[in-house]
């Protein structure tokens, strides 16, 4: 029972030291990791980027030149229109095209998608909005929806199923040849939009359909895609300029926009994009949307055309390794964590295991067989345990005597 409770109590202690002392080192030592600020320029037909240098703004260019800070509001035109505004210096035109405020609000848009949005449990019960409900600003319903063997609608006051929607909106959908249960749904049920295109949904067959309320009616739409192309991911845009309704993320972890009104499926020329993984932001203007995919190599860019969606340019930014993370490989031979930025989960995690932390075990091992030396054939499985777990158990074994 002693030797029983032995184990438990240095199991326990090495559990500790390898999660706290990791932590402890990494929040000493973290520094701010923010790559410039960067956007394609419908002026110079390239990247322009912005960062800071001993405190002060830096503005330049992929080649290197640098820009005062109203050069760069001059080769950035759309995104700070408002700034020239102010200062009279806005363009009329550019490319051809008549600049107005309202011109530049409605084709102007930013998305951004964190790997914690897709990888945490989610209600599976929705607001449906009404899509034309004839008032300005919209509201939030007085019922939810699930999708299980049927579509049922639940009033939230009274917590009873809503039989002749329910049997109303399962009807609609299978008349459109869905198959239930529904394996994907996603929306954005919130006021704070301007309009609502309710749901895009994946059947039990991969299929996708968009499923929405129009005047207590419901609106379904079959919407055909390869067969070659299986969707995993799918994010529900709902832009003022009205021109797509969600992008899509398949299995080969390529991404794709279906357009509106016709529902086509346009690939985007982006290399790859694992939603589940890596966070992807666009900025979007009249001609041009800059698109950063970020991951744990560095950040990569691409400039599309807003028009046909074409490649106008890229740009790598590799992730620089810091002097803190060699450091930590020669200390912890791994580290263990319960929680991760890129979900919202709570369970052990063992990562960045490390063969160069070796050197330091074998030191640590020799030492504390140097101190244990009067009993140097009991401490021959501590020694091992050592050479294996380094300062995770070292600590432990100098700190626990009885």
């Known amino acids: 029972m002693i030797r029983f409770s032995k184990i438990v109590l240095f199991f326990t202690a090495v559990v500790l030291m390898a999660w706290l002392l990791p932590w402890g080192y990494h929040f000493v030592t973290v520094r701010p990791d923010s790559g410039p600020f960067t956007l394609y320029s419908c002026v110079t037909d390239g990247f322009v980027m912005r960062d800071y240098r001993d405190g002060n703004p830096i503005c330049y260019d992929e080649t290197g030149r640098i820009y005062s800070e109203r050069e ?26 008549a600049l107005t405020p309202q011109v530049v609000s409605v084709h102007s848009f930013m998305f951004r998608s964190f790997p914690s949005d897709l990888n945490k449990v989610k209600p599976k019960l929705y607001p449906l909005l009404e899509t034309m409900s004839g008032r300005v600003d919209l509201q939030m319903p007085s019922d939810v929806f699930r999708l299980d063997e049927r579509i049922e609608f639940i009033d939230m ?21 869905f198959s239930f249960p529904a394996t994907y749904v996603q ?24 499923l929405k309320q129009l005047r207590g009616r419901p609106y379904v ?22 021109r797509s309704y969600a992008f899509l993320s398949d299995s080969a972890h390529r991404m794709y926009l279906l357009t509106h ?22 900025i979007a203007d009249l001609f041009h949307w800059t698109v950063s995919v970020s991951g744990n190599d560095g950040t990569r860019y691409y400039a599309v055309d807003a028009n046909d969606y074409s490649l106008c340019g890229t740009m790598n930014q590799p992730q620089e390794e810091r002097w803190t993370d060699r450091v930590a490989r020669w200390i912890f031979p791994f580290e263990l964590s319960f929680t991760s930025y890129d979900d919202e989960y709570v369970y052990p995690r063992l990562a960045n295991f490390s063969a160069a932390a070796l050197v330091l075990n074998l030191l640590l091992a020799g030492v504390y067989l140097l101190l244990r030396r009067r009993q140097a054939r009991q401490a021959v499985i501590p020694t091992c345990g050592v050479v294996l777990l380094g300062l995770f158990l070292f600590i432990p074994l100098l700190v626990i005597r009885r």
């Open 187 to 210: 929306g954005n049920p919130t006021t704070r939009k301007e309009y609502d295109e309710g749901y895009m949904l994946l059947d039990r067959d991969g299929k996708l359909f968009h």
């Open 261 to 282: 009104p016709g529902y086509e499926l346009k690939p985007l020329p982006i290399d790859r994009f694992d939603p589940r993984t890596e966070e992807i932001m666009i």
């Open 157 to 177: 006051a009274t917590n009873r199923v809503n039989e002749p929607k329910s049997e109303r909106f399962t009807q609609a959908l299978l008349a459109k040849g």
């Open 72 to 97: 760069f509001d001059s080769i950035l035109p759309l995104f700070y229109y408002r700034q020239l505004l102010a200062d009279g210096r806005q363009p009329d035109t550019l490319r051809g095209v």
């Open 221 to 242: 739409r079959y919407v055909e895609i390869p067969d070659s192309v299986r969707i995993t991911d799918i994010f529900v845009t709902e832009f003022s300029d009205r």
